[in-house]
């Protein structure tokens, strides 16, 4: 099998989530004590399944200010995620890509995979179980920042 390779980053020792201008930075025990998911999903750089468990993006914002449901519907169709690595990788997500009754797939921010720590990948990674390619996935994540599109 031929691994995928990295450029080498800094690990992420924390996570900063900011919603509405409002930061607040975040230790794996921090997640681990919210509720958890487990998601299996095909990671096509590494021709394999893995199996991560962490806490659900939507459930993350909605603790730091951004409830992802009903009454925040209008809201979410005008905002959007960055999710940035310590590497500087950063990708979008658009908010109603991360609540249950818009979208089919599950976004956490991971803090094992296969009951063990992420290793190279740092303490937070961002996974998102529908993606067909994991090129939204952040390793090494530092910072997730919920910005307004108005």
Same mark, same amino acid.
């Given at each position: 099998?031929?691994?995928?390779? &990295?450029?080498?980053?800094p690990? #992420?020792t924390?996570?900063?989530?900011?919603? $509405?201008?409002?930061?607040?930075t975040l /230790? *794996?025990?921090?997640?681990?004590?919210?509720?958890?998911?487990?998601?299996t999903?095909?990671?096509?750089?590494?021709?394999?399944?893995?199996?991560?468990?962490g806490?659900l993006?939507?459930?993350?914002?909605a603790?730091?200010?951004?409830?992802?449901?009903?009454?925040? &519907?209008?809201?979410?169709?005008? #905002?959007?995620?960055?999710a940035?690595?310590? $590497?500087?990788y950063?990708?979008?997500? /658009? *908010?109603?890509?991360?609540?249950?009754?818009?979208?089919?797939?599950?976004?956490?921010?991971?803090?094992?995979?296969?009951?063990?720590?992420?290793?190279?990948?740092?303490?937070?990674?961002?996974?998102?179980?529908e993606?067909?390619?994991?090129?939204?996935w952040v390793?090494?994540?530092?910072?997730?920042?919920?910005?307004?599109?108005?």
């Amino acid at each position: 099998m031929t691994e995928h390779v &990295h450029a080498p980053a800094p690990t #992420s020792t924390s996570l900063t989530v900011t919603v $509405d201008g409002k930061a607040a930075t975040l /230790s *794996v025990a921090d997640l681990l004590a919210m509720p958890q998911k487990t998601v299996t999903v095909y990671n096509e750089h590494m021709k394999a399944n893995e199996t991560y468990t962490g806490v659900l993006l939507g459930d993350l914002l909605a603790k730091y200010g951004l409830p992802v449901d009903k009454t925040t &519907h209008r809201k979410m169709l005008r #905002s959007y995620i960055v999710a940035e690595g310590t $590497d500087k990788y950063w990708v979008l997500y /658009s *908010v109603t890509e991360i609540e249950g009754s818009e979208h089919n797939g599950d976004v956490i921010v991971a803090t094992s995979m296969g009951g063990k720590p992420l290793g190279e990948d740092g303490q937070f990674k961002l996974v998102d179980s529908e993606d067909k390619k994991p090129q939204r996935w952040v390793r090494n994540l530092s910072a997730i920042t919920v910005k307004s599109a108005e």
